[in-house]
């Protein structure tokens, strides 16, 4: 690439990297044909589009699918600690890890496909911390935290899941970095609207976690538009988006210190 001087950046280099890396770190042949496979499968299952759909490419992704979990599967039976939660505290006993809190990958860009549907998030999110919970737990032995993903477009959906959460042991939540879609258009996540989902996180102690996700458009636009202060909606936004993590933000040292201690 640096003999030509040029080149495409995603095509030579944002999709063929990382796809060699997770090959090599599942112990899988990362050469060129098995990497160019994986970025096939991928780009087949994660950017259809609904004209595209139409022309073919559920079949590409249910082919895909099928082909990789036959591969994957051919390799070895998963290892007992990916599923069973003993077997996990003795791997993590086994690489002398005392303790560990877990935030979504995937579904952590579930949110922005469902963002003008608010209810559709709010079910959406309630079935994955349902399953979340059935898997992992939220607090396994004090020792394996997770955390319950929170959509803020329902309110009242919000705070039940909170509620769940706490009633369940968890330690923490987890959010995307974005404004919020209403029947109100986008809303800053520091707008009063959402004062019960802060008080209630507020009065348990806990953290909420703001975590890398998919946002784009209006929802990173509006995401601190609503200042302290700002004519259009006065008082409603912290100062630093540090001091959003836990709003008020006093719980942001609580946030650091416990995830530290």
């Known amino acids: 690439m640096l003999d030509k001087r040029e080149f495409d950046f995603m095509a030579e280099f944002a999709q063929p990297f990382p796809s060699s890396v997770f090959l090599r770190l599942v112990g899988l042949d990362a050469g060129p044909g098995p990497r160019d496979q994986l970025c096939a499968w991928a780009s087949a299952i994660l950017h259809t ?7 073919g490419d559920v079949e590409a992704q249910t082919a895909a699918r099928l082909l990789a979990g036959q591969y994957l599967a051919e390799r070895e039976p998963l290892p007992a600690y990916y599923r069973d939660r003993d077997a996990r505290i003795g791997k993590m006993d086994e690489q002398d890890v005392q303790r560990s809190w877990l935030l979504p990958s995937l579904g952590m860009g579930i949110e922005e496909g469902l963002q003008y549907d608010v209810p559709a998030a709010a079910v959406a999110f309630k079935a994955f911390n349902r399953s979340l919970l059935e898997d992992w737990g939220y ?6 935290y997770t955390a319950p993903y929170l959509a803020f477009g329902d309110v009242d959906a919000a705070v039940a899941e909170v509620e769940h959460g706490l009633a369940n042991g968890a330690r923490l939540f987890v959010v995307r970095p974005g404004a919020v879609y209403t029947e109100d258009g986008w809303l800053s996540p520091g707008n009063p609207r959402f004062d019960p989902i802060w008080a209630r ?3 348990a102690g806990v953290p909420l976690i703001p975590h890398v996700a998919e946002v784009g458009g209006a929802g990173l636009e509006k995401y ?4 302290a202060g700002s004519a259009s909606r006065p008082g409603c936004w912290p100062r630093s988006t540090s001091g959003w993590i836990g709003r008020p933000s006093s719980t942001w040292p609580t946030a650091i210190s416990w995830a530290c201690s």
């Open 49 to 55: 589009t609904t004209t595209g759909a139409q022309h």
């Open 139 to 144: 607090n396994y032995l004090d020792r394996i």
């Open 201 to 203: 996180l507020a009065e």
């Open 224 to 227: 601190t538009e609503h200042r």
